[in-house]
């Protein structure tokens, strides 16, 4: 708890007035958030990904060959940055150790992201933010669920709203660590139920993650929303693994 307690003081600490990056620990002056010009540049962000899952594919490419053969139910997915470092260890440290200033500067840059992308690109945004629900097991243990805390910094950011009951978990899943595609798939069958579908009814829907592998997760989570009558689902994620960090992502929910 003290431990905590200490986050929640730098999270306010950050919010009145940056004062070092948090990445190379440089003093800052003036900047609104607690990361400096140069860190922020070096950032991996993704660059190019599939129109549909936003895999980093070469430049030239609009889809992935996954894509290609079968589409995933969520429409698109939209991310910042590449599951790469220091992105891992920011969110590694947000997830496990209580770095809410991390979570707090990825999610901000992320809503910057999609605020741009929405005046620049015409990215029509969602009309609401679902965070990807935790297993009430691991939500008792974590304390506190890291995609509703995104959801929130999202929600600020671009003034979109939050429904955080909207789904429920209805089925124990396995550790998705060391699953393969099918597994996966397998294993989130039937994990969710929409409580109240009349709050999503005929909107455009948002799940919120923080990192994407696979989509498994998120695929089962937009049939659901979908057979709900959700109009529209698409993933908003901090970042996005390649083929080969498949693995390394996925800890745990
Ligand atoms: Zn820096
Ligand atoms: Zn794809």
Redesign the pocket.
Known sequence: MACQLSWIKKVYASLLQPDA?L??L?RLSGQALP??S??QLDLPWLIHGCCHCALPIPVGDVECAGCQQRRQPFQQVHCAWRYDFPLDMLIGSFKYASNWPAGRLLSLLLASHLEYLHQEDGLELAEVLVPVPLARKRLRQRGYNQAQMIANWLSKGLQVPVLSQAVDRIKTTKIQQGLNVHQREANMRNAFAVARPEQISGLHVALIDDVLTTGATCAALARALLAAGARRVDVYCLARTGLSGTAAADFGP
């Open positions: 990056c990445l190379c440089g990361i400096c140069g860190c």
